[in-house]
């Protein structure tokens, strides 16, 4: 069965500092892969979306940036976080087929 | 490309009575059709999809989903409203080699 891990589970960060969380998914191979950011009292809003490695597509500028070593690895990157970076990301993964998806755990991200 | 338009950010029901979520979607072609569920403070978790077949889709936790291509929509009900239900649900479209997408989130309340 697929499973997807996503770490660490809750980060705190100073403003200025860098970022780098990890997605990894198993179970499927060339899967789509998407980072969503959940902001307080706020919806998803996808961030970046990926069909293959090295292949990203960036849904809102800003401030992070999004990377896809490997077939079943997304990294979320930023060099300097900004206060309103802060949220509840969610990485997630469907099959080109289309018929599923699903969500990893997550990584709440308070920067103070 | 696709897009999913969850009508009602805010949506407030009494125990016991009719549950209706609305979401509507655009693709053009076929779409796979999803709902998700967010209980506070966790991950999202699928809670029922359409991809082929009977249009009544039958979820978890006594909730259903009807695909009416005529009316593009993929509305969420549940006949009676548990205390338990309160929680935030998306609706989400995809398409075999398309990207999943999702809608912004309508937070259910249910009133004793």
């Known amino acids: 069965s697929q499973t997807i891990h996503q770490w660490p589970a809750t980060l705190v960060q100073p403003v200025g500092s860098p970022l780098s969380l990890e997605c990894t998914v198993e179970?499927?191979?060339?899967?789509?892969l998407y980072w969503y950011r959940q902001a307080a009292g706020r919806g998803l809003q996808l961030l970046f979306y990926?069909?293959?490695?090295?292949?990203i597509s960036s849904e809102v500028p800003q401030n992070l940036s999004a990377s896809r070593p490997q077939d079943r690895q997304f990294i979320l990157s930023s060099k300097k976080l900004l206060l309103s970076d802060s949220g509840f990301y969610l990485c997630?993964?469907?099959?080109?087929?289309?018929?599923?998806?699903?969500f990893g755990p997550g990584t709440r991200l308070t920067v103070l | 490309a696709q897009s999913v338009t969850q009508l009602g950010s805010h949506v407030s029901v009494s125990e016991g009575a009719l549950v209706l979520l609305r979401c509507n979607y655009s693709s053009s072609v076929p779409p796979y059709l999803f709902w998700y569920v967010q209980y506070p403070n966790q991950g999202l978790q699928l809670l029922l999809k359409y991809t082929t077949g009977a249009t009544l889709v039958k979820g978890i936790n006594g909730f259903e989903a009807e695909f009416k291509k005529s009316e593009t929509s993929f509305h969420l009900t549940k006949p009676s409203a548990h205390m338990s239900d309160a929680a935030e649900y998306f609706c989400?479209?995809?398409?075999?080699?398309?990207?999943?997408?999702f809608g912004a989130g309508t937070r259910l309340t249910v009133k004793p």
């Open positions: 179970g499927t191979s060339n899967p789509n």
């Open positions: 989400a479209v995809s398409a075999p080699g398309n990207d999943m997408r």
């Open positions: 990926s069909v293959g490695i090295g292949q």
């Open positions: 997630a993964w469907s099959g080109t087929s289309g018929r599923n998806g699903y």
